[in-house]
């Protein structure tokens, strides 16, 4: 499951195709298939991406390379729709409803 979570947080912030296994141009509906969870509603909430993608403390060491990391934020536990959109590849930062961040992998430390 880990290589999976990679590989949508992969898609999820536009890193290059061959990070993302070919999927950056698939909208998390199109990763997610059969699988995509509905709530009686029609909506999806974050318990139900929390129940597969795990927690906040979780997705944020999974997207420590990234810079700033998105999963590591002031707003605390935000819903998860906030930024993903069913039918965007990639997600729309609700950050940036303040800031102006790019999300972008951290260089490596000089040796």
Not at 46 to 53: G, L, P, S
Request: hydrophobic share 35%.
């Amino acid at each position: 499951m880990t290589k999976a979570l990679a590989v949508l947080a992969a898609v999820a912030f536009g890193l290059s195709l061959s990070m993302s296994a070919g999927a950056a141009d698939k909208t998390l509906a199109e990763i997610h298939g059969s699988a995509w969870p509905k709530s009686v509603n029609g909506y999806v909430v974050k318990e139900q991406c929390k129940a597969c993608h795990g927690d906040y403390s979780k997705l944020a060491k999974m997207t420590e390379n990234l810079d700033p990391n998105p999963h590591h934020s002031h707003l605390g536990d935000v819903n998860c729709t906030d930024c993903h959109k069913a039918d965007k590849a990639k997600p729309q930062l609700v950050c940036n409803q303040c800031h102006k961040f790019t999300i972008r992998e951290k260089k490596a430390a000089a040796k």
